[in-house]
């Protein structure tokens, strides 16, 4: 038996490799540092729903049949004007995609549903950023792109091309990466024959966790927290003191650089202030240092999230929106993967192994002692 699953094959794809001991990153047989920098959010979300990376007709009109569904329906406002501000934007998502799904009629999961959910998903969190903030939500706009109009809807102004390419590449690095514990959750609820709504709520509630999607936010907290480079390994010791982790390192795939990582350490340089960007990258080295110095079998790099956290931080995101950030990211992931379950389908039900009380006999309720 494998505790977690660890190692257990459970379903074959073909959208997505991750090669742990090379770091290695493949989308449909498309190297992720090919891709990183060099398409957009929405040819990788066309790589993943046609299988292809597509051609100038082709991205036109996925671009178009996305910006058409953007606009989101009056249940959806009410909902999200009902919610308290204080409502954390994981569970924002979760609400607002599942009363999104009320009142329609059942179908299995199809494309049509996961290009109109994957247009939706930003701007639901936008929306519910400016009504916490006493702003009125604003309607998305044709001539930006995904990654754009995301950043546009929060704060009512065009983000700067920097801004732009720095949220496109990180969306397109956190698109889809195998199996993990959401998608695995998504495709369990596809499996089932349910529609794909329900699919996203259930992959959302696994994101939510601190041991999945929650990290990010944290990272930024730890950097800001040990504040100066010379004060890392000082901070770094007291927190091993108190058995507390250090955020953003190790990888329960990676045992060697996540390719990620690296690129949005090089994206961090690009958009980060150098003050940040060099503190940071001293957390990263002092944390590596220590790591390795107390568990050198262990092979412990940075993972997806250290720098993602600067990134996010940079293109002017709140801390509480970055693991909402990373499902608005996942969204062509796991609708691929919904839509790969249900077009080959058999239901998810693995077995466990029982390891309680031997048989015995009922005693009658008055001799029990």
């Not at 959910?117 to 706009?141: H, K, M, S």
């Not at 466990?352 to 015995?360: I, K, L």
Request: charged share 20%; with cysteine; aromatic share 8%.
């Amino acid at each position: 038996m494998a505790n977690g699953l660890e190692d257990v094959v459970v379903a074959q794809t073909t959208l997505s490799r991750v090669d742990g001991e090379r770091g290695v990153l493949i989308y449909r047989g498309y190297d992720i540092r090919d891709l990183a920098r060099a398409v957009s959010f929405e040819q990788v979300a066309h790589l993943f729903w046609y299988g292809e990376l597509p051609t100038r007709v082709q991205l036109d009109t996925l671009e178009k049949e996305m910006a058409r569904h953007r606009a989101l329906p009056d249940v959806a406002l009410n909902v999200l004007r009902a919610l308290p501000s204080a409502t954390a934007p994981m569970d924002v998502l979760r609400t607002l995609v599942s009363a999104l799904g009320a009142g329609l009629p059942f179908v299995q999961p199809d494309l049509a549903q996961a290009i109109a959910l994957t247009a939706q998903v930003p701007v639901i969190l936008a929306a519910f950023d400016r009504l916490r903030r006493g702003l009125e939500p604003l309607a998305p706009r044709q001539d930006l792109d995904h990654a754009a109009n995301y950043l546009y809807l929060m704060s009512g102004k065009v983000p700067t091309a920097a801004q732009a390419d720095a949220l496109n590449t990180y969306m397109i690095l956190l698109a889809d990466h195998g199996l993990n514990a959401s998608t695995f959750a998504a495709r369990v609820v596809a499996s089932t024959w349910s529609d794909l709504y329900s699919c996203i709520t259930a992959a959302l509630g696994a994101l939510k966790g601190p041991l999945h999607g929650g990290v990010p936010s944290r990272v930024l907290d730890m950097i800001e927290a040990i504040g100066t480079r010379e004060n890392a390994e000082t901070w770094m010791r007291a927190a091993f003191a108190r058995k507390e982790r250090l955020m953003g390192f190790g990888h329960r795939m990676y045992k060697t650089t996540d390719p990620r990582a690296e690129i949005l350490r090089d994206l961090a340089r690009e958009v980060c202030s150098p003050e940040f960007f060099a503190l940071a990258q001293g957390v990263e080295e002092t944390g590596l240092r220590l790591l390795h110095e107390r568990k050198p079998e262990e092979r412990l790099y940075t993972n997806v999230e250290f720098y993602s956290a600067a990134v996010l931080d940079a293109v002017g995101l709140p801390k509480d929106l970055f693991t909402a950030t990373f499902a608005v990211a996942r969204m062509s992931g796991w609708t691929a993967h919904i839509l790969e379950q249900v077009g080959n389908n058999r239901i998810i039900r693995p077995d466990a192994e029982y390891v309680g009380p031997a048989p015995q006999p009922v005693i009658p309720l008055d001799q029990r002692v």
